[in-house]
């Protein structure tokens, strides 16, 4: 699939997640909106509700207490204090007399009913000469037949007062204060889930499109590469092979052992191209297995370097050795590491800049060996220090194929360290050179 496409394909699936999001969002604001209106208004209600309640129940109450007052001729001329409310349910009457309660409590239910009060509630006689309640009762006024009972709630009844009174408490009245909470509907919720769900299916998709297409890029360049690697080496024995069955070179020795020889080297050349290949696909086996055995580090480099010798050379470039590890031996797959230590210098050979100035060192660290091969190259910016590890990764030089190479070699290098036990870093700035560090541990140092 084209970039175009893909950028297409990615632009539209977020217009239309956007636009999904958005329409999702002005329904729940707008359920909230309408919830807080109701609520507002369900809570007016309320208010209203209590207000009224409250004020039947007090001209209830100062009903009861004139009719009692009327009843008792020497009452008529007493300051009548007002009706108090202790709490939101239970209000309160002073009196200057004993109070009979069946009295008392037919005038309530008379008076309750007659401004339509009608709930559940409970009254108690207080008398100060006994500084107690001396009556309390419980009566219903909530459905067609009036019920009678014992209180249960005489406790509430008592009020700090000196004279007589008598209390009425509503022990459901609460019920009436409560208001409900914003409640998001069950549609809301599930659209919502499934909307989040999409979400991450989408991201997911999206994910993949994207892995997909980095890997698309990678197996390209990596097809780009390895053609152009091995198309040279073809190119130059299919010469050197026409050169040679020419019939004007048989009298001449020298050209054919020249030619030859340039088909020699070039078929090795093939060779080490198949290995390296070779090599990462052996990786991925599953029988894969290191054959160890013990061997001086030490030499191991020093015999990568010979190999290196005559590239070295004919660049005028230099490698030193540093060697401060005392105890160099180590118990290893042989194969492998020199093609770990053998790929590092190749790398710091091709990256250098003109002459290649190359340093190798060793020192026995953290319980292990640690080796750092350092280079005079082109250096790399962070970014790039975190990508060569992965599998066919390769500095983007443009059109340019200035360097040669895969992109597997630092992959296998990992790879083969990891499976040591080891690790590997890099430090590099671009156009300071690189130093490439790696360690295995100090159980590799025994049998």
């Known amino acids: 699939m084209k970039n175009k496409n893909i950028r297409l394909i990615i ?27 109701q609520i507002e208004i369900q809570q007016k209600n309320i208010e209203l509700e209590k207000a009224q309640f409250e004020n039947l129940v007090t001209l209830s109450l100062v009903n009861v207490r004139d009719k009692l007052i009327s009843l008792n001729d020497e009452l008529t001329e007493l300051y009548l204090e ?15 007399d004993t109070l009979n309660p069946i ?46 009972g014992k209180a249960t709630n005489s406790a509430t009844f008592k009020w700090d007062h000196d004279g007589h009174y008598f209390g009425v408490f509503f022990p459901e009245k609460k019920e009436i204060e409560q208001v409900k909470s914003l409640e998001i509907s069950e549609s809301l919720i599930i659209s919502t889930l499934v ?56 009298d001449n020795p020298k050209k054919i052992k020249e030619y030859a020889s340039i088909i020699k080297q070039e078929n090795k050349r093939l060779e080490l191209l198949v290995e390296k290949v070779l090599q990462v696909a052996q990786l991925n086996k599953s029988e894969f297995v290191l054959e160890k055995e013990d061997s001086d580090i030490h030499q191991i480099i020093l015999n990568c370097i010979n190999s290196f010798e005559i590239i070295i050379n004919n660049q005028n470039g230099i490698i030193k050795t540093n060697f401060k590890a005392k105890d160099s031996i180590i118990n290893i797959d042989k194969t492998h590491l020199i093609n770990v230590i053998s790929n590092l210098i190749d790398n710091a050979v091709k990256y250098s800049i003109n002459t290649p100035q190359i340093t190798i060192f060793t020192s026995n660290k953290k319980n292990g060996i640690e080796v750092v091969v350092s280079d005079n190259g082109k250096g790399m910016t962070k970014d790039e220090c975190k990508l060569i590890f992965e599998k066919f990764y390769r500095i983007p030089t443009g059109s340019v194929h200035d360097v040669k190479g895969f992109g597997i070699g630092l992959f296998y290098v990992k790879h083969i360290l990891t499976r040591h036990g080891g690790t590997i870093n890099v430090k590099s700035k671009k156009k300071e050179g690189t130093q490439m560090i790696f360690w295995l541990p100090k159980k590799a140092l025994l049998k």
Do not use: M
């Open 82 to 96: 007002p009706v108090q409310q202790i709490t939101p349910n239970y209000f309160v009457v002073s009196f200057y």
């Open 195 to 250: 909307i989040f769900i999409v979400l991450v299916i989408l991201s997911y998709s999206i994910t993949i499109i994207l892995k997909q297409k980095k890997l698309s890029e990678i197996k390209n360049d990596f097809i780009n590469n390895i053609t152009h690697e091995f198309k040279t080496p073809i190119s130059t024995i299919s010469i050197s092979s026409e050169v040679l069955l020419n019939k004007s070179i048989d």
């Open 103 to 148: 009295i008392l409590e037919n005038l309530i239910v008379e008076q309750f009913n007659q401004y339509n009060v009608h709930h559940k509630f409970e009254y108690g006689i207080y008398d100060c000469f006994a500084d107690s309640i001396i009556f309390d009762r419980y009566v219903d006024l909530s459905s067609s037949t009036t019920i009678r």
């Open 11 to 37: 632009f539209l699936a977020s217009v239309a997640l956007a636009g999904v999001l958005i329409n999702q969002g002005f329904w729940i604001n707008k359920e909230i909106l309408i919830q807080k209106k």
